[in-house]
Structure formats: structure tokens, C-alpha cells
């Protein structure tokens, strides 16, 4: 019985690693999310430093570990990027799949009476949702955090396991591993979190020791986080509002999801048999305590995670914000012991797993699309395939692959030439002639002196990581809604906007803040409001946010960065109307033609001073 019990747990791993390997080899491409993190990587590869634009401190990825990962990597091997970064994902992916899978049969084997073979059950749940397999690459974090999830699990089955000797003992390391959590995704310090407490309360004699096991990592980071880019967290965090409610979008988030793919009939087979596994599966206390508990976590961990995923209001992604939830709430069923009823509840799983790999739902382009023409939830994958005008099934997997998307098709022409005669910004404007074709045009860049003439060729767009991976690294790219800048990031929040996008930063302040000649702003825009931005950067208030990212490091920088993260960085709104910022005589003034803003209180520094 023993070897039979073996030979299904290594089985059961193995179905579990090649499926991870097969549906995420088969569905692997890039998406423009992932491009962000791969600029990051190409400015510290160039010893610019971890920021999106040489010059200015911003935290563009919301994973610090992933983007430190694909560097090592990339550093190591000379790959490219996009090759790395799929490579890296898709094998931490496999690697958390198996890991999860083995662990979870060990746990039951050591909590059942007798040895019992086991079958893989919630790993196939979690494999054949189509963004599962999808997100196993993407150039995103999600590898990462999957395999930050299965660890943990692995090692709190480790430290619920009857005593062995261990050098260092298993709760040490789990505190560890639980301190990495904020440095994998901040939502994950919940996992980490809730864990730590349970170590502490298990054992409040080892109080000290577990906190300096977890403690340290996270804490030196953050106090970096803080001096460095000035922020109690990733920019991210800060453009997408992170701590405000959107109920209502989240639940259209969450049936999306569910009913996309009848996720409700496996959830309810993994319910029932989880039930019945843990009703049979814990008599007494002490170890068996220890593993009820564990599971407990997991459950407890998983639950609140997809609650706050639905509280802020879901994702623009088709699914993926509700993947991490699902992954750790299925972890303890990953591989479950085999009995008849088992056995038919895995042969459900599997009839339902085929029909969702086999006929994923048919997605047609214009439930894209809200009732006032924007877009809503999308399928990534499907999404970018479609606008860059490639064959169904054969998506996007490097940065230039993004090029023949409408809104770049001159980019590579226009961008050169600008910086070469030394333009202050380029803008895309849309063809009158054809509604669906772009252009991208300079915008000439003023004559005199001032500290603007510090800023290189400015570009604005939406779509951070096309723009950004297509660009050499002395060119200046943001985004209007924040993610490398933050002035968008302060802009107040669209309430009707869609999620993860509801910030934009005006025109006329993005002219403001490059060295344009505001005199040759096109007539549809407000020179005068422009002129009024370009003032308003100079003023206290804005000017100390802009100071925190690209005045050069200096210690006494770094405590003003400390102070700014912990008191107005944490909450400071900008006002789209830069009209407010400004007394009445140098409103008169700059009604009358006069461009205040291009001196002042200094707001831009030669990009090599980081």
C-alpha cells in the first residue's frame, strides 16, 4: 500500500507539472502590462537604477521582486527580455503547480490513519481556466506569486508535520517566507500576515525569533521604498486607488469569471469534497490541531483576498485579479485520497476541465466594449491578438510584435526624429480622414533657459509597456493614468471610469510638464490652462511631490522622502484645474501671455543625477 501511495502522489505530480507546462507553453504570449516591467529591467541593467524613466524614482511594477528576478536572469544569461521573462514565469508556474500538488497529497497521507493513494483534483480545477493558463506567461508576476503560494503552503505542511529534527527549524523558515510575501505582491502580506500570527500564537516563546526571521527582508525594503520613491507602497498602488470601494464593478468582475467558464460546478465538487475530507480527516488536537489549522489559513487567506479583489472593484483583465484567491483556496485540494467518491468527483472535474479547454467561450469583440463605446473587461491574450492584427491563437511574445497596433503605426519614424532635432514632446493625434489610423507629431521645444530643458522627448500614452519597450532609454515615456507619473497618479478618480484605468492627466498639464513651447500647442487645446499647469508645478505643494522622484539622492532627501511616504504621500490629490494653485496676479499675468512656469522652484534635474 505504501509504494502504491507513493507511485499515485509522484504521479499525481507529474500530471500536475506537465499540464502547468503544456497549457502555459501552448497559450504563452506578452502582454503590454508585462512590457512595463521589462523597462524597468533595461534601466537597471543600464545602472539607471529601478525606475521606468532614468531621472525619476517611480516604482511602475507592483511585484519587487519579479522585476529583480528577470534582471538576475537576464543579467546571467544575455537573454532577451521577453524571452526571459516568459521562460521565468512559466517554469515557476510548473514548479508551483507540482509542488502544490505533491505537497497537498502529503498532507492528507499524514492526516488520514493509513497510507492512501491520492488523485490530482483542485490543480486541474485551477489549469483549465483559460486565464490560468494564460497568466502562467503574460510577462507579469503571477509565476512568481503561485510559487510564493505553493512554498507556503509546503512549508506550513512542513511545520504542521509531527517534530523532526530541522536545521533551521520549520517555523523559522516559514517566517521568512511569509515576510517575502509583501515583496511578491502587497496583497499578499494577508497570507503572510495571518500566518505569522499563527506561528506566534502556537509557539509565544519563539515570538522574538520569528520575527527576526521575518521581519528583516521586508522592512529594510520598505524603509528603501519610502527614501527612495517616497511612497508607503508601489506607484501602482497609488494610480489604481487601491484602498477605495467599488462593490458593484467587482461583482460583474466575479461573474464574468464564473460564468464564462461554469467555474460554480467545479467550486461546488471541490466544496463537497472538501467537506467530507476534512469531517473524516481530524480527530483530537495537538498535530492534527496544527494541520486543521493550516488549512483554516488558507481558506480564511483565500476568502478575504477575493473579497478585497471585489471590494476595489476587480480588474480590467479577464480573470486574473481572482486567480491568486482561487489558487490558494484550492491549494489543500490540489491532489485529495482516492475512494469511490473521490474518484467520481474527479471524474466530474475532469469532464468539466476538458469542455473548458477544449471550447473555451467564444469571446466576440464587441463585449469589449460598455454602453458608451470604452472598454470593459477584457480577455488579455484575445485582446491584444486582435489589435495588433495577428492570426487567432498566435498573440503577441515581443515588444515589436505591439507595432501594428493603429496608435503605433509611425512611432518608430516619429520618435527618432524627434529626439534627434531635439523636440520637447511628441503627441498622437487620430486622422480625420480614417477614424482608425493615428499619427504621432513633435511638438518644437522652447528656446532659453530653465530647468525643464532637462527633460529629454516627452511621450504620453495610455499603453505604458508598447511605448516604453519601443523606446530607447533617454526618451521620456509616461502614461495619463499613472503608473510612471505622478501627477496622473494624483488626478482625481473618474467614478465612472473603467477599472484600473480611471485616472487621466489632462493634455494641457502634460504639455506643462515637458519642455514644449506652449505657444505651439494646437488650437484645440487651452494654452492658457497649460501656462497655469506649467506655474502650478512650481508651487509648494507640487513641487515637493515632483522633488521626491527626481531631485538627485542625497541623504537628506532620502529623510524628506521618509516624511513625505509617511504624511502627505499617502493621501495628496491634485486638482485638475491648475487654476486653484495660483494667486490672482499670476493669473493676470499669465492671461496676459506670460509662460511663469518655465522658472521657479526647481522641478527637473539632468536624468543621470538618480
Known amino acids: 500500500m505504501k509504494n502504491q501511495a507513493r507511485l499515485s502522489l509522484t504521479a499525481a505530480t507529474l500530471v500536475a507539472g506537465v499540464f502547468a507546462f503544456w497549457g502555459g507553453w501552448a497559450r504563452r504570449g506578452m502582454s503590454d502590462d508585462g512590457l512595463i516591467v521589462l523597462r524597468t ?49 512559466l517554469t515557476l508556474t510548473v514548479i508551483a503547480a507540482a509542488l502544490a500538488t505533491y505537497t497537498s497529497g502529503l498532507y492528507w497521507q499524514h492526516n488520514l490513519r493509513r497510507t492512501a493513494p491520492v488523485i490530482p483534483f483542485g490543480i486541474i480545477i485551477y489549469l483549465a481556466l483559460p486565464p490560468a493558463r ?23 505542511v512542513e511545520w504542521a508535520t509531527p517534530a523532526r529534527r530541522a536545521v533551521p527549524p520549520p517555523g523559522y523558515l516559514l517566517a521568512f517566507w511569509c515576510g ?56 501602482t498602488a497609488v494610480a489604481k486607488s487601491a484602498a477605495e470601494s467599488n462593490w458593484s464593478a467587482g ?25 467530507l475530507l476534512f469531517r473524516g480527516g481530524y480527530r483530537g488536537g495537538g498535530m492534527r490541531g496544527r494541520r486543521l489549522a493550516i488549512a483554516l489559513v488558507c481558506l480564511g487567506c483565500a476568502l478575504t483576498h477575493a473579497l478585497y479583489v471585489l471590494r476595489v472593484g476587480g480588474d480590467f483583465m479577464h480573470g486574473r485579479m481572482l486567480l491568486l484567491p482561487l489558487f490558494a483556496l484550492l491549494v489543500p485540494l490540489m491532489a485529495v485520497p482516492y475512494n469511490r467518491a473521490a474518484g467520481l468527483a474527479g471524474a466530474a472535474v475532469v469532464a468539466w476541465a476538458a469542455l473548458a479547454v477544449a471550447r473555451p467561450p467564444s ?27 495577428r492570426e487567432p491563437g498566435n498573440p503577441p511574445r515581443y515588444a515589436e510584435d505591439f507595432l501594428p497596433m493603429p496608435m503605433m503605426t ?34 518644437p521645444r522652447f ?49 465612472d471610469g473603467r477599472v484600473g484605468h480611471d485616472k487621466y492627466l489632462p493634455d494641457e498639464w502634460q504639455a506643462a510638464d515637458s519642455a514644449v513651447d506652449l505657444r505651439s500647442l494646437p488650437d484645440w487645446l487651452d494654452r492658457e490652462m497649460a501656462m497655469q499647469a506649467r506655474a502650478a508645478l512650481r508651487t509648494p505643494e507640487i513641487n515637493e511631490l515632483l522633488r521626491t522622484s527626481r531631485e538627485p539622492m542625497s541623504w537628506e532627501r532620502f529623510k524628506k522622502n521618509v516624511r513625505f511616504a509617511l504624511g502627505p504621500g499617502r493621501t495628496l490629490t491634485i486638482d485638475s484645474d491648475p487654476s486653484g494653485y495660483l494667486d490672482e496676479t499670476t493669473l493676470r499675468l499669465i492671461e496676459a501671455g506670460a509662460d511663469l512656469g518655465r522658472r521657479g522652484a526647481q522641478v527637473a534635474w539632468p536624468a543621470g543625477a538618480w
Open 180 to 235: 517575502l510575501s509583501w515583496l511578491v505582491r502587497p496583497e499578499l502580506a494577508l497570507y503572510g500576515g495571518v500566518c505569522g500570527i499563527l506561528l506566534i500564537a502556537s509557539t509565544p516563546r519563539k515570538t522574538p525569533g520569528i520575527l527576526a526571521a521575518a521581519l528583516p527582508v521586508p522592512a529594510a525594503y520598505e524603509i528603501f521604498r519610502m527614501g527612495y520613491y517616497g511612497l508607503l507602497t508601489p506607484h
Open 363 to 389: 469571446v466576440d469583440e464587441s463585449t469589449y466594449h460598455l454602453e458608451d463605446g470604452s472598454l470593459g473587461i477584457v480577455d488579455e491574450r484575445d485582446f491584444w491578438t486582435r489589435a495588433v492584427g
Open 41 to 89: 529591467v533595461r534601466n537597471l541593467l543600464a545602472g539607471n537604477g529601478p525606475v521606468f524613466n532614468a531621472g525619476e524614482r517611480i516604482e511602475a511594477n507592483t511585484s519587487t521582486l519579479w522585476q529583480y528576478m528577470i534582471t538576475a536572469v537576464a543579467w546571467a544569461t544575455g537573454g532577451r527580455l521577453e524571452d526571459v521573462a516568459t521562460a521565468l514565469a
Open 447 to 495: 528656446d532659453g533657459e530653465s530647468d525643464l530643458q532637462h527633460l529629454g522627448v516627452t511621450a504620453y500614452w495610455i499603453n505604458l509597456g508598447m511605448t516604453g519597450m519601443n523606446s530607447p532609454l533617454d526618451a521620456r515615456i509616461l502614461d495619463t493614468m499613472g503608473l510612471a507619473d505622478p501627477l496622473a497618479a494624483r488626478m482625481p478618480r473618474d467614478p
Open 134 to 156: 494564460d497568466f502562467a506567461t503574460s510577462g507579469l508576476e503571477w509565476g512568481l506569486a503561485l510559487f510564493w503560494l505553493a512554498v507556503w503552503w509546503a512549508l506550513m
Open 251 to 275: 461583482w460583474t468582475y466575479l461573474r464574468d469569471l464564473v460564468d464564462a467558464h461554469w467555474v460554480y460546478v467545479p467550486l461546488a465538487i471541490a466544496v463537497l469534497v472538501g467537506a
Open 410 to 443: 509611425d512611432w518608430d519614424t516619429v520618435l527618432p526624429k524627434a529626439m534627434e532635432d531635439g523636440d520637447g514632446q511628441i503627441a498622437i493625434a487620430r486622422l480625420q480622414r480614417s477614424p482608425e489610423k493615428y499619427t504621432w507629431y513633435p511638438r
